[in-house]
C-alpha cells in the first residue's frame, strides 16, 4: 500500500525567507512522488515530480525537492518566500502519473 | 495544457438527494479521474472513468453510491447518490495529457454540503 504522511499541518513564513515543507512516503517499489499546490479556489498545480535520475528536482515558481530514498522522504523547499506563495501544498506519491495517494497538505502563510 | 470545466462549482442539498457533477475538458482525453476531499483530508482517488468502458473504482468506493458516465472522451459525470452529510467535500474530475510532463490536470473541483 502506499500512503503520504506530511507532518506539519500548517506553517508560517515571512516574506523573503526560506520554506521547506516535510514529505514521508511508504512505497514498496520506485514510487512517482509528485508536490501540487492548491490556491483558495483554485484546482491542483503541479509543482514538480520525481521518478527517476537527479535526486534534486527543480520545479516551477522557484520550488524545488529532494528525493531521499534512504529517509523515504521528498521534502519541498523554496529559498526565499513570496506572498503569492500562501496557499496549500501536496505531496502525492503513486505508481505512475495519475493513480495517486495525497497526504494531508500543510497550509502555507506569508506574512509581510 | 488541458482546460476543465466542473459543473456546479458548489451546492447545498438535502440528505437523501443526488446531486451529478459534470466535468468538460476542451480536449480529447483518454483517462478521466474523480477525487474527492473531504474537509481537512487529502485528496482520495473514487474510480477512473474510460470513455468504452465501466469506470475501475477504488477500494471504500462503489458503483451505486457514485455512478459515473463516460459518454465520450470530452466529458464525464459523477454522481453522489443518497448523500448524508458524511458526503460534505469538494469533489474533483481530473485528467490525463500524456502529451506534456504535467501528465495529471485538475478542475477547481465542486464544493459540496449536504444538510
Known amino acids: 500500500a502506499q500512503s503520504v504522511t506530511q507532518p506539519d499541518i500548517h506553517i508560517t513564513v515571512s516574506e523573503g525567507a526560506s520554506l521547506e515543507l516535510r514529505c514521508n512516503y511508504s512505497?514498496?517499489?520506485?514510487?512517482?512522488l509528485f508536490w501540487y499546490v492548491q490556491s483558495p479556489g483554485q484546482g491542483l498545480q503541479l509543482l514538480l515530480k520525481y521518478f527517476s535520475g537527479d535526486t534534486l528536482v527543480q520545479g516551477i515558481k522557484g520550488f524545488e525537492a529532494e528525493f531521499k530514498r534512504s529517509q523515504s522522504s521528498f521534502n519541498l523547499r523554496k529559498p526565499s518566500v513570496h506572498w503569492s506563495d500562501a496557499a496549500e501544498y501536496f505531496c502525492?506519491?503513486?505508481?505512475?502519473?495519475?493513480?495517486?495517494?495525497f497526504g494531508a497538505g500543510t497550509t502555507v502563510t506569508v506574512r509581510a | 495544457s488541458a482546460v476543465i470545466s466542473q459543473k456546479p462549482s458548489r451546492d447545498i442539498c438535502q440528505r437523501g438527494t443526488s446531486l451529478t457533477i459534470q466535468c468538460q475538458v476542451d480536449?480529447?482525453?483518454?483517462?478521466m479521474f474523480w477525487y474527492r476531499q473531504q474537509p481537512g483530508q487529502s485528496l482520495t482517488l473514487i474510480a477512473t472513468?474510460?470513455?468504452?468502458?465501466?469506470?475501475?473504482?477504488e477500494s471504500g468506493f462503489v458503483i451505486d453510491k457514485f455512478p459515473i458516465s463516460r459518454p465520450n472522451l470530452t466529458f464525464s459525470t459523477l454522481t453522489v447518490s443518497n448523500m448524508s452529510p458524511e458526503d460534505s467535500s469538494i469533489y474533483l474530475c481530473s485528467v490525463e495529457d500524456g502529451a506534456t510532463n504535467e501528465k495529471l490536470f485538475f478542475g477547481s473541483g465542486t464544493q459540496l454540503s449536504v444538510l
Open positions: 512505497y514498496g517499489a520506485t514510487p512517482y
Open positions: 480536449s480529447q482525453v483518454t483517462m
Open positions: 472513468a474510460n470513455q468504452g468502458s465501466e469506470a475501475t473504482y
Open positions: 502525492a506519491v503513486g505508481p505512475n502519473d495519475y493513480k495517486l495517494s
